[in-house]
Protein backbone atom coordinates (compact mmCIF):
# COMPACT_ATOMS: atom_id res chain seq x y z
CA UNK A 1 0.00 0.00 0.00
CA UNK A 2 1.75 3.59 -1.20
CA UNK A 3 0.29 6.11 1.30
CA UNK A 4 0.91 9.63 0.90
CA UNK A 5 -0.11 13.02 3.13
CA UNK A 6 -0.97 14.88 -0.27
CA UNK A 7 -1.93 13.56 -3.95
CA UNK A 8 -1.40 15.99 -6.79
CA UNK A 9 -3.23 15.69 -9.58
CA UNK A 10 -1.80 17.35 -12.96
CA UNK A 11 1.76 18.49 -13.34
CA UNK A 12 1.50 22.06 -15.13
CA UNK A 13 2.64 24.98 -13.57
CA UNK A 14 -0.27 24.94 -10.77
CA UNK A 15 0.25 21.25 -9.57
CA UNK A 16 4.20 21.43 -9.97
CA UNK A 17 4.14 24.87 -7.99
CA UNK A 18 1.38 23.19 -5.27
CA UNK A 19 3.47 20.32 -4.71
CA UNK A 20 6.31 22.22 -4.24
CA UNK A 21 5.09 24.44 -1.94
CA UNK A 22 3.43 21.40 0.27
CA UNK A 23 7.15 19.37 -0.15
CA UNK A 24 8.38 22.48 1.75
CA UNK A 25 6.19 22.50 4.50
CA UNK A 26 7.71 18.69 4.90
CA UNK A 27 5.11 16.87 3.89
CA UNK A 28 4.87 13.86 2.02
CA UNK A 29 3.34 14.58 -1.67
CA UNK A 30 2.72 12.68 -4.71
CA UNK A 31 2.48 14.34 -8.48
CA UNK A 32 0.45 12.63 -10.90
CA UNK A 33 0.91 13.63 -14.91
CA UNK A 34 -1.10 11.89 -17.45
CA UNK A 35 1.32 13.22 -19.96
CA UNK A 36 4.93 12.63 -19.83
CA UNK A 37 5.41 14.98 -22.79
CA UNK A 38 3.28 17.80 -21.19
CA UNK A 39 1.17 18.84 -23.79
CA UNK A 40 -0.78 20.90 -21.90
CA UNK A 41 -1.43 24.82 -21.40
CA UNK A 42 1.80 25.37 -19.15
CA UNK A 43 3.61 24.43 -22.37
CA UNK A 44 1.61 26.07 -24.75
CA UNK A 45 1.38 29.57 -23.44
CA UNK A 46 2.96 33.33 -23.61
CA UNK A 47 4.28 32.71 -20.22
CA UNK A 48 3.06 36.32 -19.10
CA UNK A 49 3.00 37.39 -15.90
CA UNK A 50 0.29 40.21 -15.68
CA UNK A 51 1.31 41.69 -11.80
CA UNK A 52 -0.83 44.80 -12.98
CA UNK A 53 -3.85 42.85 -13.33
CA UNK A 54 -5.05 43.26 -9.51
CA UNK A 55 -8.93 44.97 -9.32
CA UNK A 56 -9.25 44.80 -5.16
CA UNK A 57 -7.29 44.85 -2.38
CA UNK A 58 -6.54 40.95 -2.33
CA UNK A 59 -5.94 40.58 -6.15
CA UNK A 60 -3.55 43.40 -5.90
CA UNK A 61 -1.83 41.89 -2.87
CA UNK A 62 -1.60 38.51 -4.94
CA UNK A 63 0.00 40.06 -7.62
CA UNK A 64 2.37 42.53 -5.43
CA UNK A 65 2.82 38.71 -4.10
CA UNK A 66 3.80 37.33 -7.33
CA UNK A 67 6.13 39.70 -8.59
CA UNK A 68 8.29 39.25 -6.17
CA UNK A 69 8.15 35.66 -6.29
CA UNK A 70 9.37 35.11 -9.94
CA UNK A 71 11.91 38.36 -9.07
CA UNK A 72 13.66 35.68 -6.93
CA UNK A 73 12.35 31.81 -8.59
CA UNK A 74 15.15 31.48 -9.76
CA UNK A 75 17.70 31.55 -7.17
CA UNK A 76 15.34 29.90 -4.85
CA UNK A 77 14.43 26.44 -7.44
CA UNK A 78 18.55 26.53 -8.90
CA UNK A 79 16.92 26.81 -12.25
CA UNK A 80 16.53 29.59 -14.34
CA UNK A 81 12.82 30.47 -15.09
CA UNK A 82 13.98 33.45 -17.72
CA UNK A 83 12.22 36.08 -15.88
CA UNK A 84 12.31 39.48 -16.99
CA UNK A 85 10.69 42.72 -17.31
CA UNK A 86 9.41 44.15 -20.42
CA UNK A 87 6.56 46.00 -21.86
CA UNK A 88 3.20 45.08 -22.70
CA UNK A 89 1.52 46.62 -26.04
CA UNK A 90 -2.38 45.90 -25.84
CA UNK A 91 -3.36 46.62 -29.13
CA UNK A 92 -7.08 48.46 -30.33
CA UNK A 93 -8.56 47.59 -33.58
CA UNK A 94 -8.54 50.84 -36.23
CA UNK A 95 -12.30 51.29 -36.18
CA UNK A 96 -12.35 51.21 -32.20
CA UNK A 97 -12.27 54.34 -29.85
CA UNK A 98 -9.00 54.21 -27.73
CA UNK A 99 -10.18 56.85 -25.16
CA UNK A 100 -13.29 54.11 -24.51
CA UNK A 101 -11.11 51.23 -24.51
CA UNK A 102 -8.78 52.71 -22.12
CA UNK A 103 -11.08 53.57 -19.82
CA UNK A 104 -11.97 49.72 -19.17
CA UNK A 105 -8.62 49.11 -18.11
CA UNK A 106 -8.68 51.96 -15.30
CA UNK A 107 -10.13 49.16 -12.59
CA UNK A 108 -6.34 47.65 -12.83
CA UNK A 109 -3.88 47.97 -9.76
CA UNK A 110 -1.70 49.66 -12.57
CA UNK A 111 -3.39 51.57 -14.85
CA UNK A 112 -1.96 51.79 -18.67
CA UNK A 113 -0.45 54.29 -20.98
CA UNK A 114 -2.31 55.43 -23.59
CA UNK A 115 -0.13 55.53 -26.81
CA UNK A 116 -0.87 57.10 -30.80
CA UNK A 117 0.14 54.46 -33.38
CA UNK A 118 2.67 57.42 -33.72
CA UNK A 119 4.14 56.62 -30.26
CA UNK A 120 3.66 52.73 -29.87
CA UNK A 121 5.71 52.10 -33.25
CA UNK A 122 8.46 54.03 -31.55
CA UNK A 123 7.86 51.54 -28.75
CA UNK A 124 7.81 48.12 -30.92
CA UNK A 125 8.53 48.86 -34.24
CA UNK A 126 6.99 45.40 -35.55
CA UNK A 127 4.10 46.90 -35.40
CA UNK A 128 1.30 47.60 -38.39
CA UNK A 129 0.02 51.23 -37.25
CA UNK A 130 -2.33 51.16 -40.23
CA UNK A 131 -4.12 48.51 -38.50
CA UNK A 132 -4.78 50.18 -35.35
CA UNK A 133 -6.18 52.88 -33.92
CA UNK A 134 -3.64 53.22 -30.93
CA UNK A 135 -1.91 50.85 -27.78
CA UNK A 136 -1.90 50.60 -23.86
CA UNK A 137 1.57 50.29 -22.88
CA UNK A 138 1.71 48.43 -19.12
CA UNK A 139 4.96 47.04 -17.12
CA UNK A 140 4.78 43.27 -17.48
CA UNK A 141 6.82 40.09 -16.47
CA UNK A 142 7.59 37.03 -18.53
CA UNK A 143 8.96 33.49 -17.77
CA UNK A 144 10.00 30.64 -20.05
CA UNK A 145 6.60 28.82 -18.51
CA UNK A 146 7.80 24.79 -19.46
CA UNK A 147 11.15 26.36 -17.34
CA UNK A 148 9.59 27.32 -14.80
CA UNK A 149 7.72 23.96 -14.54
CA UNK A 150 10.89 21.83 -14.79
CA UNK A 151 12.08 24.18 -11.62
CA UNK A 152 9.64 23.45 -9.52
CA UNK A 153 9.72 19.91 -10.33
CA UNK A 154 13.33 19.26 -9.96
CA UNK A 155 12.98 21.51 -6.53
CA UNK A 156 10.21 19.35 -5.58
CA UNK A 157 12.23 16.06 -6.65
CA UNK A 158 15.31 17.40 -4.36
CA UNK A 159 12.94 17.80 -1.30
CA UNK A 160 12.16 14.12 -1.17
CA UNK A 161 8.66 14.55 -3.82
CA UNK A 162 7.81 11.98 -6.48
CA UNK A 163 6.44 12.20 -9.70
CA UNK A 164 4.60 9.41 -11.28
CA UNK A 165 3.58 9.42 -14.86
CA UNK A 166 0.14 7.83 -15.11
CA UNK A 167 -3.60 9.04 -15.23
CA UNK A 168 -6.13 9.00 -12.43
CA UNK A 169 -9.04 7.14 -13.52
CA UNK A 170 -10.97 7.09 -10.28
CA UNK A 171 -11.12 9.47 -7.25
CA UNK A 172 -10.77 6.71 -4.13
CA UNK A 173 -13.84 7.22 -1.98
CA UNK A 174 -15.79 6.15 1.69
CA UNK A 175 -19.04 7.96 1.40
CA UNK A 176 -17.73 11.53 1.25
CA UNK A 177 -14.56 10.86 2.74
CA UNK A 178 -11.89 11.07 -0.08
CA UNK A 179 -9.04 7.94 0.54
CA UNK A 180 -6.81 8.15 -2.69
CA UNK A 181 -6.60 7.49 -6.00
CA UNK A 182 -6.88 5.02 -8.94
CA UNK A 183 -4.83 4.43 -11.85
CA UNK A 184 -4.58 1.75 -15.05
CA UNK A 185 -0.97 0.41 -12.57
CA UNK A 186 -1.56 1.42 -9.40
CA UNK A 187 -3.70 2.61 -6.47
CA UNK A 188 -2.36 5.52 -4.06
CA UNK A 189 -3.83 6.00 -0.72
CA UNK A 190 -3.93 9.51 0.85
CA UNK A 191 -6.42 11.60 3.07
CA UNK A 192 -6.22 14.88 0.82
CA UNK A 193 -6.41 15.47 -2.77
CA UNK A 194 -5.97 18.52 -4.68
CA UNK A 195 -7.06 18.58 -8.60
CA UNK A 196 -4.92 20.57 -10.64
CA UNK A 197 -5.96 18.79 -14.24
CA UNK A 198 -6.61 21.98 -15.33
CA UNK A 199 -8.90 21.22 -18.46
CA UNK A 200 -9.76 17.97 -17.20
CA UNK A 201 -10.59 19.23 -13.93
CA UNK A 202 -14.65 19.14 -14.92
CA UNK A 203 -14.34 15.22 -16.15
CA UNK A 204 -12.78 14.08 -13.11
CA UNK A 205 -15.08 15.83 -10.59
CA UNK A 206 -18.27 14.70 -12.29
CA UNK A 207 -16.85 11.15 -12.35
CA UNK A 208 -18.05 11.26 -8.35
CA UNK A 209 -20.95 13.44 -8.69
CA UNK A 210 -19.20 16.83 -8.06
CA UNK A 211 -20.19 19.80 -10.31
CA UNK A 212 -18.20 22.55 -10.18
CA UNK A 213 -18.12 25.97 -11.97
CA UNK A 214 -14.85 25.06 -14.00
CA UNK A 215 -15.12 24.42 -17.58
CA UNK A 216 -12.01 24.48 -20.59
CA UNK A 217 -11.71 25.65 -23.60
CA UNK A 218 -9.66 24.31 -27.00
CA UNK A 219 -6.85 26.71 -27.48
CA UNK A 220 -4.78 26.16 -30.96
CA UNK A 221 -1.52 28.60 -31.60
CA UNK A 222 1.41 28.40 -33.29
CA UNK A 223 5.15 27.86 -32.47
CA UNK A 224 7.89 29.12 -34.59
CA UNK A 225 11.88 27.71 -34.62
CA UNK A 226 14.36 30.74 -33.72
CA UNK A 227 14.44 33.21 -36.38
CA UNK A 228 16.27 36.70 -36.31
CA UNK A 229 13.26 39.13 -35.95
CA UNK A 230 13.10 40.98 -32.52
CA UNK A 231 10.08 41.61 -30.89
CA UNK A 232 10.67 43.94 -28.29
CA UNK A 233 7.76 43.90 -26.18
CA UNK A 234 4.72 41.11 -26.06
CA UNK A 235 1.94 42.34 -27.84
CA UNK A 236 -1.98 40.79 -27.23
CA UNK A 237 -5.39 42.91 -28.15
CA UNK A 238 -6.52 44.91 -25.92
CA UNK A 239 -10.26 43.50 -26.42
CA UNK A 240 -9.76 40.28 -24.79
CA UNK A 241 -12.76 38.19 -26.67
CA UNK A 242 -11.78 35.03 -24.99
CA UNK A 243 -13.25 36.35 -21.52
CA UNK A 244 -16.26 37.17 -23.16
CA UNK A 245 -17.15 33.59 -24.44
CA UNK A 246 -16.24 32.23 -21.59
CA UNK A 247 -18.18 33.53 -19.11
CA UNK A 248 -21.03 32.81 -21.69
CA UNK A 249 -19.97 29.55 -21.54
CA UNK A 250 -21.20 29.10 -17.67
CA UNK A 251 -24.45 29.50 -18.33
CA UNK A 252 -27.30 27.23 -17.11
CA UNK A 253 -29.01 26.56 -20.54
CA UNK A 254 -25.22 25.11 -21.49
CA UNK A 255 -24.80 23.20 -19.00
CA UNK A 256 -26.57 19.87 -20.62
CA UNK A 257 -23.74 20.51 -23.34
CA UNK A 258 -21.13 19.55 -20.66
CA UNK A 259 -22.63 17.09 -19.45
CA UNK A 260 -23.22 15.45 -22.51
CA UNK A 261 -19.58 16.14 -24.43
CA UNK A 262 -20.47 17.15 -28.48
CA UNK A 263 -17.73 18.04 -30.91
CA UNK A 264 -20.41 21.46 -31.95
CA UNK A 265 -18.39 24.59 -31.87
CA UNK A 266 -20.24 26.50 -29.57
CA UNK A 267 -18.01 29.72 -29.94
CA UNK A 268 -14.62 31.06 -31.30
CA UNK A 269 -12.60 33.49 -31.28
CA UNK A 270 -9.00 34.28 -32.54
CA UNK A 271 -6.77 36.93 -30.79
CA UNK A 272 -3.56 38.12 -32.75
CA UNK A 273 -0.88 38.38 -30.25
CA UNK A 274 3.12 37.48 -30.30
CA UNK A 275 5.82 36.84 -27.46
CA UNK A 276 9.27 35.81 -28.62
CA UNK A 277 11.50 34.13 -25.98
CA UNK A 278 15.47 34.19 -25.27
CA UNK A 279 16.15 31.78 -27.26
CA UNK A 280 14.87 33.94 -30.53
CA UNK A 281 11.29 31.28 -31.51
CA UNK A 282 7.70 33.00 -31.10
CA UNK A 283 4.54 32.36 -30.01
CA UNK A 284 1.99 33.61 -31.74
CA UNK A 285 -1.72 34.12 -31.92
CA UNK A 286 -4.38 31.86 -29.88
CA UNK A 287 -7.43 30.67 -30.82
CA UNK A 288 -9.72 29.70 -27.96
CA UNK A 289 -13.06 27.65 -29.11
CA UNK A 290 -15.79 26.46 -26.38
CA UNK A 291 -16.45 22.66 -27.53
CA UNK A 292 -17.47 20.49 -24.87
CA UNK A 293 -15.82 17.34 -26.08
CA UNK A 294 -12.11 17.41 -24.87
CA UNK A 295 -11.06 14.99 -27.57
CA UNK A 296 -12.71 17.03 -30.18
CA UNK A 297 -10.63 17.29 -33.69
CA UNK A 298 -10.54 20.60 -35.54
CA UNK A 299 -9.33 21.87 -38.78
CA UNK A 300 -5.14 21.82 -37.98
CA UNK A 301 -5.11 23.78 -41.56
CA UNK A 302 -7.50 26.55 -41.12
CA UNK A 303 -6.61 26.91 -37.22
CA UNK A 304 -3.27 27.69 -38.70
CA UNK A 305 -4.14 29.94 -41.75
CA UNK A 306 -6.51 32.22 -39.59
CA UNK A 307 -3.87 32.31 -37.05
CA UNK A 308 -1.17 33.73 -39.36
CA UNK A 309 -3.52 36.27 -41.10
CA UNK A 310 -4.55 37.70 -37.78
CA UNK A 311 -1.30 38.51 -36.69
CA UNK A 312 -0.24 39.12 -39.95
CA UNK A 313 -2.35 42.22 -39.81
CA UNK A 314 -0.89 43.53 -36.43
CA UNK A 315 2.78 42.69 -37.05
CA UNK A 316 3.46 41.66 -41.08
CA UNK A 317 6.95 40.65 -40.42
CA UNK A 318 5.76 37.45 -38.30
CA UNK A 319 3.19 36.61 -40.65
CA UNK A 320 4.91 33.63 -42.35
CA UNK A 321 7.20 32.57 -39.84
CA UNK A 322 8.41 28.74 -40.26
CA UNK A 323 6.32 27.16 -37.07
CA UNK A 324 3.57 24.11 -36.02
CA UNK A 325 0.24 24.57 -34.88
CA UNK A 326 -0.11 22.81 -31.27
CA UNK A 327 -3.17 22.56 -28.76
CA UNK A 328 -4.22 21.90 -25.82
CA UNK A 329 -7.14 22.26 -23.24
CA UNK A 330 -7.19 25.66 -21.13
CA UNK A 331 -9.35 25.67 -17.59
CA UNK A 332 -11.55 28.46 -17.21
CA UNK A 333 -14.04 29.57 -14.66
CA UNK A 334 -16.76 32.21 -15.27
CA UNK A 335 -16.69 35.13 -13.05
CA UNK A 336 -13.78 34.43 -11.38
CA UNK A 337 -9.71 34.20 -11.81
CA UNK A 338 -9.42 30.97 -9.91
CA UNK A 339 -11.52 27.93 -7.56
CA UNK A 340 -8.99 27.08 -4.44
CA UNK A 341 -9.73 25.33 -1.72
CA UNK A 342 -11.91 22.87 0.09
CA UNK A 343 -14.80 21.29 -1.33
CA UNK A 344 -17.46 21.14 0.59
CA UNK A 345 -19.44 17.76 1.54
CA UNK A 346 -16.41 15.70 0.43
CA UNK A 347 -13.47 15.50 3.30
CA UNK A 348 -9.98 15.42 1.98
CA UNK A 349 -10.83 17.17 -1.54
CA UNK A 350 -9.71 20.04 -2.50
CA UNK A 351 -9.42 21.78 -5.99
CA UNK A 352 -6.45 24.64 -7.71
CA UNK A 353 -7.39 24.97 -11.17
CA UNK A 354 -9.07 27.41 -13.19
CA UNK A 355 -6.70 30.48 -13.54
CA UNK A 356 -7.56 33.05 -15.78
CA UNK A 357 -4.00 34.50 -15.05
CA UNK A 358 -2.26 31.42 -13.94
CA UNK A 359 1.62 32.65 -13.73
CA UNK A 360 0.60 36.00 -11.55
CA UNK A 361 -1.75 33.78 -9.15
CA UNK A 362 -0.63 30.08 -8.50
CA UNK A 363 2.40 30.76 -7.39
CA UNK A 364 1.83 32.90 -4.43
CA UNK A 365 -2.01 30.74 -4.13
CA UNK A 366 0.39 27.76 -3.94
CA UNK A 367 2.52 29.43 -0.50
CA UNK A 368 -0.75 30.18 0.79
CA UNK A 369 -2.62 27.09 -0.12
CA UNK A 370 0.50 24.97 2.00
CA UNK A 371 0.51 27.45 4.59
CA UNK A 372 -3.49 27.36 5.21
CA UNK A 373 -3.10 23.48 5.13
CA UNK A 374 0.21 23.17 7.89
CA UNK A 375 -0.03 26.11 9.96
CA UNK A 376 -4.35 27.40 9.65
CA UNK A 377 -6.60 25.28 7.98
CA UNK A 378 -9.68 27.25 9.11
CA UNK A 379 -8.79 29.63 6.86
CA UNK A 380 -8.44 27.64 3.77
CA UNK A 381 -11.50 28.58 1.35
CA UNK A 382 -14.21 26.34 0.59
CA UNK A 383 -15.86 25.56 -2.68
CA UNK A 384 -19.52 24.57 -2.82
CA UNK A 385 -20.15 21.57 -4.32
Known amino acids: MKNFDWIVIGAGITGSALSYELAKKGLKVLLLEKDPNYSN ?6 GGVAYWSGTDDFSNKLCQESREIHHNLSQELGYNTEFRELDLMLTMPADKDPEMIAEDYQKFLIKPQLLTPKEAIEIEPLLNTDAISGCLKLPHGHIHPQKTNNGYQQAFLKLGGTINYEEVSQLLSQNTIITGVKTPQEEYFSE ?6 GGLSH ?20 LTSTVDINLKTLVMPAI ?32 PGAIQFRDGHFCLGQI ?3 ITNPQANFDRHLAEKTIREGVGKILPKLENLPGKLHNCLVAFCPGANFLVGKIDHFQGLHLFSGFTSTFVFAPPLAKRFASWVTEDAEKMPSLLS
Open 41 to 46: ATRYSY
Open 192 to 197: NVVICA
Open 203 to 222: SLLKSIGIAVNIYFTHSQLI
Open 240 to 271: LNRLDIEEKSGDLELESLWNHPSDEIISDVME
Open 288 to 290: SQI
